[in-house]
């Protein structure tokens, strides 16, 4: 692994269904993000985390919920599917969470039906 | 509210010299970050800029002036390489990054 991995890289899903996006980061470094990404809209954070152990909720959390278990592994799961959360969700991490510059995966395509 | 504006397209022709423009209104302000991003990629980063003036790295450059609100991305001897959208965030009080829409730079030869 280099960098930042998620998977799947896309995925189609009926509503109501539960799905979990993962994500991996083999840098160490402490804050890790959730974006998404929709058409004429600028990147939106989901949730976020400063450090293991440690979650909180960003722009658009609604309908998403996140775990830290430990360092590198920080995934995404929508309980119960709706079409308004199809998107391109991008993971993201940086050394520390003052909002320094962040390393992106190469994003998630998600389209609920 | 918190608002970044950019403008959505803009096109340059390849050898020429282009300048995005964002300016923002967010609740506090502790710096500025410019993104590219190619079609179906994920953001790489470009530049900070904390401190008002000019930033270079190379062919891009970056300045900004906290005063207006304002920051500006500037790319000399465009590439055809160069054709992406361009993402301008700025770190908030709270030390998250609010994003712009992007501007989406086409490069014609």
């Known amino acids: 692994i280099a960098g930042i991995t998620q998977a799947p890289t896309s995925q189609i899903l009926a509503a109501g269904r539960r799905m979990t996006l993962r994500c991996t980061q083999d840098m160490r470094h402490n804050a890790m993000y959730w974006y998404r990404q929709d058409l004429g809209l600028g990147l939106r954070l989901i949730h976020y985390?400063?450090?293991?152990?440690?979650?909180g909720k960003g722009e658009v959390p609604d309908g998403y919920s996140v775990s830290r278990a430990n360092t590198d592994d920080f995934p995404l799961t929508l309980a119960s599917a709706v079409p308004s959360q199809t998107s391109v969700y991008f993971c993201?991490?940086?050394?520390?969470?003052?909002?320094?510059?962040?390393?992106f995966g190469p994003g998630t395509r998600l389209t609920v039906l | 509210g918190q608002n970044i504006d950019q403008p959505t397209e803009m096109t340059a022709t390849e050898g020429a010299i282009v300048q995005i423009n964002c300016t923002y209104q967010t609740s506090g302000f502790n710096g500025l970050f410019w993104y590219q991003q190619h079609a179906g990629e994920a953001p790489t980063f470009l530049s900070y800029?904390?401190l008002d003036g000019l930033e270079e790295k190379g062919r891009f450059s970056s300045f900004l002036s906290r005063s207006k609100g304002y920051s500006y991305l500037l790319l000399k001897e465009l590439q055809m390489k160069d054709s992406a959208s361009y993402l301008c965030?700025?770190?908030?009080?709270?030390?998250?990054?609010?994003w712009g829409a992007g501007t989406k730079l086409i490069i014609k030869p």
């Open positions: 800029n904390v």
């Open positions: 985390s400063n450090t293991a152990g440690t979650t």
């Open positions: 965030a700025v770190r908030d009080s709270n030390y998250q990054l609010i």
């Open positions: 993201a991490s940086s050394d520390s969470g003052d909002g320094g510059e962040q390393f």
